[in-house]
Structure formats: structure tokens, C-alpha cells
């Protein structure tokens, strides 16, 4: 097992949840790859989108449905700070993961994060389990939980 799935079935067993990692025969590396390969809508799949603090220097983290994009102005607003694109380097060193694979949660350390109020319309969403072949089901309010993030608007 990848050191990344692992850290991932760590944090959700730590936070008491049984939750089923599956390993998908496709790539669910994409949002559209994803739904495609788990069954679902797209606005299931829960993206993990991380910005560069232009002002911090570290990552920010921003949870969204499948379908949606992300508006650098509202999320920089959000997120008090200027944003700029975080390259590979800085997302697998603040959260372990490379792009395509990054998980909401099994970070290396705490992230501030923000989702998507569209994920709340779901009983179920899909999020990356920490490689660009796994993922889990989760209920959006549990993810919250989890991650500590805060609904706010920043999509298009």
C-alpha cells in the first residue's frame, strides 16, 4: 500500500469511520474520470483544488463539486490572501500527495479549507484517497467535519 493511501485510511479510521477505499480498474486522476469510473454524477466527485498563499507561502485548500470551477477572485477573498498557482513540489510537501491524487484529508499537516456549498445537496460524494487510482465515499457533512472546512462561495 502507497504511503499516501495509507496515511489516508489512517485518518479516517483515527476519526472513527469505516469507510470503504476502493481502487478503481480506470484513472479517476480527473473529476469527469472519476464519476465515470465510480458511477456517479459529477457533481459527486469532490475536487481538492490547492492555491499557493501568495501572502503565507503555504497551501490552501479548496473542495469542489466535480462540475464546478474555481473563481480566483472570490477564493482569494476567501482565503485573505492573494493566491497563485501551487506548483508540484509545494502540494506533495504540504500535503503528501501529488496532484491528481490529493485527498481531503491524511495531510502531512493542517490546511486550511474551504468547500463548495454543492456538495451539500448529496447524501454521498466521491474524494480521492490519496493516489490517482483510489478513492471513498463519505457524506458531505462528514467531510466537513473532518477537514474543518468552511462553506463559502469561490466558484464561477
Request: hydrophobic share 45%.
Amino acid at each position: 500500500m502507497s504511503k499516501s493511501l495509507a496515511r489516508v485510511r489512517t485518518a479516517l479510521k483515527d476519526a472513527g469511520l469505516a469507510v470503504d477505499l476502493r481502487e478503481m480498474e480506470a484513472s479517476t486522476r480527473t473529476a469527469e474520470e472519476a464519476a465515470a469510473a465510480v458511477g456517479c454524477a459529477l457533481d459527486q466527485i469532490v475536487k481538492s483544488i490547492v492555491f499557493r498563499g501568495e501572502g503565507s507561502g503555504h497551501v490552501r485548500l479548496f473542495l469542489t463539486a466535480g462540475g464546478n470551477r474555481i473563481c480566483p477572485e472570490k477564493a482569494a477573498r476567501v482565503a485573505g490572501e492573494p493566491l497563485g498557482r501551487a506548483d508540484p513540489a509545494l502540494v506533495r510537501a504540504e500535503t503528501g500527495f501529488a496532484i491528481g491524487g490529493v485527498a481531503p484529508v491524511g495531510h502531512l499537516r493542517p490546511i486550511p479549507c474551504w468547500a463548495d456549498p454543492r456538495l451539500q445537496q448529496f447524501d454521498t460524494v466521491w474524494a480521492a484517497a490519496g493516489t490517482p487510482r483510489h478513492v471513498f465515499a463519505i457524506a458531505p457533512a462528514v467531510l466537513l467535519r473532518l477537514t474543518g472546512a468552511t462553506l463559502a462561495d469561490f466558484t464561477l
